[in-house]
Nanobody, 121 residues
Framework: QVQLVESGGGLVQAGSSLRLSCTAS??????VGWFRQSPGKEREFVVA????????NFAGSVKGRFTISRDNVKNTVYLEMTKLKPEDTAIYYC????????????????WGQGTQVTVSP
């Protein structure tokens, strides 16, 4: 089974940008989604991209600030985050789904271990 590893997290100031990477141990011809979880909150959908990269699905809270792309040669999906806000602080996870870029967490599997993003005011 393909394993995913997230990287690129860190501590930044509000208004800054950050790029996260989700790298797979093998080819991933699937939808890949990013989710995030803050302390005391449920894991929530952020964005997903289809296998071809042609279809993207964004949560309303990040639309216009976050973008997602993929490099199927490098088996990597990128989450570019701009205009970061303190409320974006969370552990960010990537996972795989079969089919279209769902926002439903139950559709995803093969979760990575997560990468921490902290945005200071």
């Amino acid at each position: 089974q393909v394993q995913l590893v997230e990287s690129g997290g860190g501590l930044v100031q509000a208004g800054s940008s950050l790029r996260l990477s989700c790298t797979a141990s093998g080819r991933i011809l699937n939808t890949v989604g990013w989710f995030r979880q803050s302390p005391g909150k449920e894991r929530e959908f952020v964005v997903a991209i289809s296998a071809s990269g042609n279809v993207r699905n964004f949560a309303g809270s990040v639309k216009g600030r976050f973008t997602i792309s993929r490099d199927n040669v490098k088996n990597t999906v990128y989450l570019e985050m701009t205009k970061l806000k303190p409320e974006d602080t969370a552990i960010y996870y990537c996972a795989i789904a079969s089919g279209t870029p769902f926002s439903t967490i139950d559709a995803y599997y093969s979760w990575g271990q997560g990468t921490q993003v902290t945005v200071s005011p």
